[in-house]
């Protein structure tokens, strides 16, 4: 059974880092990109970034680049989301997710893990 696990959020106050982590069991996907995504109350969800299935390409939503930065292990299966200079508009869900193989969507998800950044 595949299954994606988020951990590393919290609260923390503006201007500080949190480091996510995700970790997939099931089955190895060191050979798919995987992503980032959140969803804060009231709105949907929205794309973070992405890492390719080498961790040679990554890809930001402008309103994170320059302050997060996705990694990835293909050793240990995992893949991480530093933030750092979080603002109050950082706070929402955010899940982990893997990329279908030769398609745009993504076929596996984490619960989530929630990130509160207060002012």
């Given at each position: 059974q ?16 949190l ?16 992503g980032w ?7 949907e ?6 890492i390719?299935?080498n ?19 293909n ?13 109050p ?5 955010y899940?982990c ?11 596996y ?11």
């Open positions: 595949v299954q994606l696990v988020e951990s590393g959020g919290g609260l923390v106050q503006a201007g500080g880092s480091r996510l982590s995700c970790a997939a069991s099931g089955r190895t996907f060191s050979h798919v990109a995987m995504f959140r969803q804060a109350p009231g709105n969800r929205e794309f973070v970034a992405i390719s299935w961790g040679g390409t990554t890809t930001y939503a402008d309103s994170v680049k320059g302050r997060f930065t996705i990694s990835r292990n050793a240990e299966n995992t893949v991480t989301l530093q933030m750092n200079s979080l603002k508009a950082d706070t929402a869900v899940y997710a893997t990329r279908r193989p030769g398609g745009a969507d993504y076929d998800w984490g619960q989530g893990t929630q990130v509160t950044v207060s002012s």
